[in-house]
């Protein structure tokens, strides 16, 4: 898992740049949103501003999903390009949000930040709530052969109970 120590990277220098290639199970993505079909390339630049760290943060992947009207498994891309502010907790018990607070990633420890952490969040943001194999994909329908879907099994259990009954 790529852990960086961002004080020690800061001492030195004022820009840290980096290229990782992180596995699927050092993501540990939640099964239930899809698979990662192989590693995730990700480039990092970090730069030191004032109440923490301003990071670009650019990902490329692949992720198999279900689609929520047919439930044919697809391969959707993954490309994404952010801008991010690592800031530490704050010390208050409450704080007011603002507009530009939204893209702000708390700090638990910046001696062992742990990129995968970051890249999971971007990568479950990224993802639609209910993605769809195409953007024409329409809900399959008893009258259409439905051998190579799951709704081919709830068809003939269908006709069996309406046929046997």
């Known amino acids: 898992m790529p852990t960086l120590n961002l004080k020690e990277i800061f001492k030195t220098t004022a820009r840290f740049s ?3 290639k992180i596995k699927p ?3 540990d993505l939640p099964p239930d949103l899809g698979e990662l079909k192989g590693p995730v390339e990700v480039e990092v630049q970090i730069e030191k501003v004032p109440r923490g760290y301003e990071v670009h943060l650019s990902i490329k992947g692949s ?3 279900e689609c929520s009207r047919c439930l044919t498994p697809f391969v959707k891309d993954i490309e994404s390009t952010e801008i991010l502010r690592l800031e530490k907790y704050p010390e208050k018990l409450s704080i007011s ?3 530009q607070d939204l893209n702000v990633f708390f700090l638990e420890d910046e001696e062992n930040f742990n ?3 970051l890249v999971r969040e971007q990568i479950i943001l990224s993802l639609p709530t209910k993605p769809l ?3 024409d994909c329409q809900i399959p329908t008893l009258e ?3 051998e190579d879907t799951r709704f081919g099994v709830l068809k003939k259990f ?4 309406l046929y046997n009954s």
Not at 158 to 161: K, M, S
């Open 18 to 20: 980096g290229f990782y």
């Open 25 to 27: 199970e050092e993501l």
């Open 144 to 146: 259409e052969p439905q």
């Open 158 to 161: 269908i006709q069996t109970i």
């Open 115 to 117: 990129l995968a952490d």
């Open 97 to 99: 949000l603002k507009a």
């Open 133 to 135: 194999c195409s953007a």
């Open 63 to 65: 992720i198999e999903l």
